[in-house]
């Protein structure tokens, strides 16, 4: 035993810790201030009471004879750090009265017996709260109560210093759950593949996993490691706090005996590795292996407990080997689970899916890696609004199924279901990358075939797979688990033969019960792909026409494509829309273009299809599509140009003969127009017309070059000008300025003197008749006898 003399600054106590203050002079370690951040000297091994300069006996090293800790401190077998109360006095790291941790004045023994060695860590070691880590050797080992203290300690600090509870590398048995602390970090030695790691290991065949803190979602909380975000008060004891913004990290947990597999020899309760129930948890660098039903599920309820999972971060994790689903996200409760970061997940093998997304509104999941999972790589199955899949990978051993609108796969490689419906750059079977979206899909799933077979819920619907399937759909009226198949492709066998009559029922494994429900009628769908198609990157977009289980109905199918020009004898940049076939595009029905160029003859200009900018006097072709250009606004265009073609695609009433009109004067909407404003920023292509209304309306041709710089500080005049006045003759086309803007004169078109502005067109052409084309090749054929009989009429050149 080590012992020093030294003066006394104050009052101290027999068996308190003190510090030293300089100058040979001690005072009991009680400031709370110093608590965590000022080191011990010893312990006074007497009381003294200095009125002046009196000398106390310290122990600085060595046993200490005081057994102040007792015989109610002590947990047999246990060697643990030791800190002090808020009086000074030593107690164990494991006592809720520990206030110095985790700044440390000894270690003790399990009798009680104190060894003084002063120290101070940056972090809550959770030996020193007498954990072993020898649980893969020592079968009745537990280390579940001495982690849970170093967390329940790290919560009672609130301070960051201590925050963080340590495992070193070892094998940590745990025999009941672990409750992850408001803000504390669990964190380990790192995810290696080696020895020299930290490990858990829940020991569900021995212990209870049980985490009494009530119903969430109607269910009872199984798991090892919880991170329970509202306040549990006495449902817990001690209680321990919110769990939001905690973090694990850097260790593995492992279910033992494994329970991912049906065969397993023991089959623990239906438990999670890790249940988040807390907002912005984050879990990284992390193994969760074999747990009987999800790696991890994130769960959240609007109803008391109000339960906010929003913002979690999953990162760089491998959950493999569990019974269920690798990564569960809102299955059990997704009111208020949403928005959450899921980067470089890989689950895989896991027994029904690899990544399961229900999230509330939606999440993004970045670099993940799905493979072999006995169900599905990817599930977004409906319940969550629009999730992204950014370059994420899912082996072909599984498919992936996005049935959330608007939900979007960008990059990557993921083989996903014929039904499903995504935005997103991504593969689509064996051909190149494309963005693809189905407006309607089928809500069945395609029975799945894997090894092992796979767990189906009560209620879940199906349809046979193989070829077309037998057009009837089963719905599971008793949950259980498919037969699975024995190393055999699934395409191949494995699939019970389905009886085709509705309310037969067929019988599986483990309870399951399938019972035919109803037809399983056909619908037609519609697929956008935009993106690069057969490699050709001039293609913008593509639109056909699809089955239910997205493929072609015939090789011949056709779709309208548009896509850019590039060169002779094409115009370089102008964008063309073409019926298709077979990858074959015919002769251009309709043309946009970027560039300014002018129409192509023959080309038929659809609603809001302009060619080139209408401020500069080019040609166009445009298509009224009700009444007639006096009374119908035509796309965005509020006035015409002379030698504007306007084709009426349905006729009015009151000129039944009339199948288009030609602009002779430029002119424009007066009803389309608002009254002009003195100090108002128009922009170009707006139309005015003045007090008092004079028979015609002005065009914002084009802003007045100089100061101000900025358009949007480019405003009309203090007064309307004065050439606008009705006793000043007018102009058509001449400009007029008006302070920063230069305005054109057009005639008004809805002043029946104007009428005379557009000339109509009559029929001139025989009657066209609807077509009765049975193939592609009798479409475009009756398409371009359309094309000469309005070239006939004099609408075409």
Known sequence: MDTENMKAAQHITAGQAVRTTGSGTVTPAIEPEKLHTSPFFGVALETVDPPHNVKVKV?????????????????????????????????????????????????????????????????????????????????????????????DCAMRLD????????????????????????????????????????????????????????????EIVYCAIALVGYATGLAMTPPRGRADYAVLRQLALHSIPAQGMPAATFQAPQMDGIRVMATGAC?????????????????????????????????????????????????????????????????????????????????????????????????????????????????????????????????????????????????LGKGPSALRVVNDYSKVHKYWIAET??????????????????????????????????????????????????????????GLVWKCVRKNEPQVTTSNTLGSYNEDPTIIHDFQIVTVDGKLQL????????????????????????LISGGVSFPPTYYQTAYENGPFPGALMLPEAWIGNYIYGERRICVVTGGNPYNARVGSCNFYRPGDLLVNAVRGQTDPDEI??????????????????????????????????????YLLHAYKPGDPLDPHLKVSGPSQPLSWNPDVPQQVEALTDDNHLKWMTLYD?????????????????????????????????DFNALLDKMRKANLLE
Request: proline fraction near 5%.
């Open 283 to 427: 879990i990284e660098r992390m193994s969760v292996v074999s747990f009987r039903r999800n790696g991890i599920e994130i769960s959240s309820n609007l109803d008391a407990p109000a339960v906010d999972a929003s913002g979690v971060q999953i990162r760089d994790c491998l959950l493999t080997s569990n019974g269920q689903n690798g990564l569960d996200m809102g299955s059990l409760g997704n009111d208020n689970a949403s928005n959450m970061l899921i980067m470089n997940v890989s689950a895989t093998a896991n027994g029904r899916d690899g990544i399961c997304d229900n999230s509330r509104l939606g999440s993004t999941f970045v670099s993940c890696h799905t493979a072999a999972n006995r169900r599905r790589n990817y599930s977004c199955d409906g319940k969550t609004r629009p999730s992204v899949y950014v370059g994420c990978y899912g082996e072909a051993d599984a498919p992936s199924v996005f049935k959330s609108r608007n939900t979007a796969v960008i990059g990557g490689d993921i083989d996903t279901t014929s039904d499903s419906v995504f935005w997103g750059f991504n593969s």
């Open 159 to 218: 301070t960051t210093d201590g925050s963080v509870v340590y495992l070193p590398p070892g094998e940590y048995r745990i025999k009941r759950p672990l409750v992850i602390s408001k803000g504390c970090i669990l964190e380990g030695a790192g995810l290696a593949r080696h020895d020299e790691t930290s490990r858990i290991l829940a020991d569900v065949e021995s212990g209870n996993f049980n985490l009494n803190i009530g119903a969430v979602g109607g």
């Open 749 to 781: 078109l809805d002043d029946p003197a104007n009428k005379w502005c557009i000339e109509p067109l009559p029929q001139r052409a025989e009657k066209q008749t609807k077509s009765n084309a049975t193939s592609i090749d009798q479409l475009k054929n």
């Open 59 to 151: 122990q600085v090293s060595g046993l200490f004879t005081l057994r102040s800790l007792g015989p109610d401190r002590v947990v047999p077998g246990r060697f643990g750090a030791v800190g002090i109360n808020s009086s000074g006095q030593l107690v164990r790291a494991t006592s809720e009265e520990c206030v110095s941790a985790p700044n440390w004045i000894g270690d003790c023994d399990a009798s009680g017996t104190v060894t003084i060695r002063p120290r101070r860590d940056t972090r809550l070691n959770v030996l020193d709260f007498g954990a072993v880590g020898n649980g893969k050797t020592d079968e009745h080992a537990d280390d579940a109560d001495a982690i849970q203290s170093a967390l």
């Open 660 to 697: 288009g009109w030609w602009v002779k004067a430029a002119c424009g909407r007066g009803k389309a127009a608002s009254v002009w404003a003195r100090g108002k920023h128009y922009q170009i292509g707006d139309i005015v017309k003045p007090t008092p209304a004079n028979r015609f309306v």
């Open 453 to 510: 077979g796979v767990d189906i819920e009560e209620g879940e619907e199906q349809t046979p797979q193989k070829g077309p399937g037998n057009g009837y759909v089963y719905r599971a009226t008793h949950a259980g688990h498919t037969r699975g198949v024995n190393g055999l492709p699934p395409e191949k066998k494995g699939m019970p033969d389905f009886p085709p009559v509705v309310d037969a029922e067929l019988a599986e494994l483990d």
């Open 555 to 578: 090789a011949g199918d056709s779709l309208f494509r548009t896509q850019v020009q590039t060169g002779p004898p094409a115009i370089k940049g102008r964008v063309a829309v073409s």
